[in-house]
Each structure stands twice: as structure tokens, then as C-alpha cells.
């Protein structure tokens, strides 16, 4: 029988960003959604604030978020930045996922300094990809600068940031090699 360790490092050292183009059209079910929902409520939490919202977008809740992200970016972008190309992007990549699931954040700056909520947030987030990489789901952590404008259409609170979207969708790309140096090189060892 496999140890915990090897499996849980071999889900870590697979997890890769998978972007919506490699995505199929197979849908991905609600229950699985939630499954890689509930892992992220077991992300550390200094003082147990919980910090992460999600927001799911699926069927056509999902085009019209990809629909709003492209008219900001449009009406945002001066003349000669603007690119068709991008435009038409925006709205492809949120077709081509089977879920989005917005990336928010309910600070408390009245018990903790926001980086900690930001830190426990993003381990939550991480948490969501491990969870996607065991189920065969390709994930990607998006942070558009269109999202800074898009909190009356999230209906956030205003305590609550939004710190991105997160695309899944089955796939079928191969494996690919990590590109990471060795550890070595970031690690100090003191032990006098």
C-alpha cells in the first residue's frame, strides 16, 4: 500500500497551471466542485477568521462573468491599447472552462494584519489546486486587473477583496516536467 507522504507528494509535485484552451467541454459536477471547495476550508486561520469567499460561475453565469471582464477591460483600455485579440480572449477563456469560481477575501483589519489573511487566503487556494490535481481537473489562479472594478457586480462586501479567478476544467494534457531549482539553493541551515 502506497504511503500518504509519497501520494501527497506526488499530487504536489504534479500540480502544474492547466489553462482554458487544453480544457474539454466535459462538465465538471457540482459535487466534484464542492469537493475541491471543502478542501479549501481547512487552510490555516490565525485566529480563525476563515478568510476565503467563492463565488461559483457555471452555464451561462460563466459567459456573463467572461462578458463583464471583456466590457471593463474595453472601457478601461485607451484606443490605441486596446486589443480585439485580448477582448475576445477574455470571453473564449470563460467558454472554454467547465466552472470559474471568484477568488475573494474577507479581511479583518481590526484583528489581524491583512497579509496574514492574504497568506491563509492563498492556502486555501492552494488547498483548491492540490484537490483539482487528485481529481484529474485542471486548475489556473487568473488575477486580471479587471477585477479591482468588478466589485458591485460581485456583490462584495466592503471588507471583502477579490484576489482573482480560478478556471477549471477537464483536460487531457500530458504531464509536464516541473521548472524548479534545487531547494538547496533557497535554503540556510544554522544549527550552532
Not at 51 to 72: D, M, N, Q, S, Y
Not at 97 to 116: D, G
Amino acid at each position: 500500500m502506497e504511503k500518504e507522504i509519497d501520494i501527497l507528494s506526488s499530487i504536489i509535485q504534479r500540480r502544474r497551471s492547466i489553462f482554458p484552451p487544453s480544457y474539454t467541454q466535459e462538465e465538471i459536477p457540482a459535487d466534484v466542485i464542492q469537493q475541491v471547495l471543502d478542501s479549501a476550508n481547512y487552510a490555516p486561520s490565525h485566529k480563525l477568521t476563515q478568510p476565503w469567499r467563492f463565488i461559483v460561475f457555471r452555464k451561462a453565469a460563466k459567459h456573463k462573468l467572461g462578458t463583464e471582464l471583456a466590457r471593463i477591460y474595453k472601457k478601461e483600455t485607451a484606443d490605441e491599447n486596446f486589443l480585439l485579440k485580448k477582448y475576445d480572449g477574455i470571453i473564449e477563456k470563460a467558454n472554454q472552462a467547465s466552472c470559474i469560481i471568484v477568488l475573494n477575501a474577507q479581511l479583518h483589519p481590526e484583528l489581524l494584519p491583512e497579509w496574514e489573511e492574504i497568506a491563509s487566503f492563498a492556502c486555501a487556494v492552494q488547498n483548491m489546486a492540490l484537490t483539482a490535481e487528485a481529481l484529474n481537473i485542471g486548475a489556473y489562479w487568473s488575477s486580471p486587473g479587471t477585477l479591482s472594478r468588478m466589485g458591485n457586480y460581485l456583490g462584495l462586501q466592503p471588507n471583502e477583496k477579490c484576489f482573482g479567478v480560478f478556471y477549471m476544467g477537464y483536460h487531457n494534457e500530458e504531464p509536464r516536467a516541473p521548472k524548479r531549482t534545487p531547494i538547496a539553493e533557497k535554503v540556510r541551515w544554522l544549527e550552532d
